[in-house]
């Protein structure tokens, strides 16, 4: 049975709060196995039904968490529809404990909680008309910060800020920071901008990258960081980055979900939208919060959705100030790239239909010249192709949004190994020891990247 951690119900006589915490004990990750287009929509239409968390889906395969009670439906469902699924992990709580024990991510997965979102307490709260709100304190924004090396390790949203700010000021003739707005709980969202100069004084294309969307992705911003630090403390040794900084300015932003990430490390491991309660549940998927397509398909209306796009386009404000300061530098930025995980992809625009947008060509021709780079650091292959093509449609995508309402030409997401998750590997709890080649590769993509864009093939 799940356990119900502590559980707390209060019924103040004006505001009505309950704490409700289950960790993610009994929950299932199944990999459900689809050979054709009306297996995927039977699968979509489950999914919807039960409110699992789809974590990765491609033609072939679904990876899906469901927890109790949602479980035992789903399940019915797969036996009774005879599609074949395998039940990869019983217990993802004994699972992440067995696997996590001593080690960084252990203090996030010592109490591995679920917020808010169980079909009971919904049930519960629907009944009782009672407000539910997070049982977190909502707007901690002090953290002790030991002065560590992050590099390689999986940091704190203040420990990363502390950092940045020490390694910027230690090389302040090529970096600068830059507060471009809070989160709703109140953290600064950074962005780091790393570039040579020029000696006439003009300025310079830019290059953007975030990571952290998803707050679960931990690796995306970790791999932001030691491609901040390669930047920085490689720009005189080595010449691909001599290169990479004199041809242009790179504009990164470690943690573009700040709250979700606090969450995340802090007893919700697999959290992936924001945290602005939105009642019975909590958060917006960004990725579907931005104005292209809005609310189209793979985007949802219900709130306890994984992919809740929000009440309208930019109604989030992480997602706003991604837009402000994208918009404000529009006409600079020759490249976008949003660092995800997981499934060792590229891609291309458009998500949220299967038309390709006009310029495909040059698109394809670049993922093709960053996928090689790529293989060449550790062997390994990433695919490329667009969402619809390669994994499901899904409206509101910021790398749609900048290439259609920006007009920036190449635009491109990127999500990190594995490939798929298995009874060992979990797909967004990769270890400490996986950002490094991961890092490596993106390091590769990125040169590889810029020397097209930067090339008369990737001018036109
Ligand atoms: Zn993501």
Known sequence: ??????????????THVYTYYTGYDDCKLLNIHT???????????????????VWQSTRELTTVVVCPFSDFLLLRKLND??????????????????DYSGSVLAQASASVHRGGESVFMKLLCKYFSVHCESPEPPKKKTEIVPNIDIVGKFA????????????????????????????????????????????????KPIIWIDAGVHAREWISTAVSISTINTLLTK???????????????WYILPVANPDGYYFSRNGHRFWRKTRRPQFPCFGVDMNRNFDINFGGAGSSASKCSEVYRGTKAFSEPEAANMRNVLTRHKDRIRGV????????????????????????LDLERLANVTAEAIERVNGR?????????????????SIDWAKMKLGIKYTLGIELPPHTATASRLGFAVSEREIAPSAEEVFAALSAMSAHIDSPLGRT
């Not at 720009?235 to 041809?247: F, G, I, N, W, Y």
């Not at 667009?386 to 449609?393: G, H, N, Q, S």
């Open 156 to 203: 704190s949203h203040a420990q990363i800020g502390h950092w940045l700010s020490q390694i910027s000021a230690r090389h302040s003739h090529i970096s600068s920071l830059e507060n471009i707005g809070t989160s709703y709980e109140g953290r600064n969202m950074t962005i780091i901008k790393i570039g040579k100069p020029r000696t006439d004084g003009a300025n």
């Open 1 to 14: 049975m799940a356990r119900l951690g502590h559980h707390t119900l209060r019924f103040p006589t004006t």
């Open 81 to 98: 529809s005879g599609i074949r699924f395998d039940v990869v992990v019983a217990n993802l709580q004994t699972r992440f404990d067995s």
């Open 235 to 249: 720009s005189e040794t080595d010449r691909r980055v001599a290169t990479m900084l004199e041809k242009f300015d």
């Open 337 to 360: 790239v949003s660092l995800h995980s997981y499934g060792q992809l590229l891609l291309l625009p458009y998500s949220f239909t299967s038309t390709k947008p006009p310029d495909y």
């Open 35 to 53: 050979s054709t287009p009306e297996q995927r929509e039977q699968i979509q239409g489950f999914i919807e039904e039960t409110e699992a968390d």
């Open 381 to 397: 292959r990433y695919g490329y192709g667009t969402a619809p093509d390669l994994l499901y449609p899904t409206s509101g995508s």
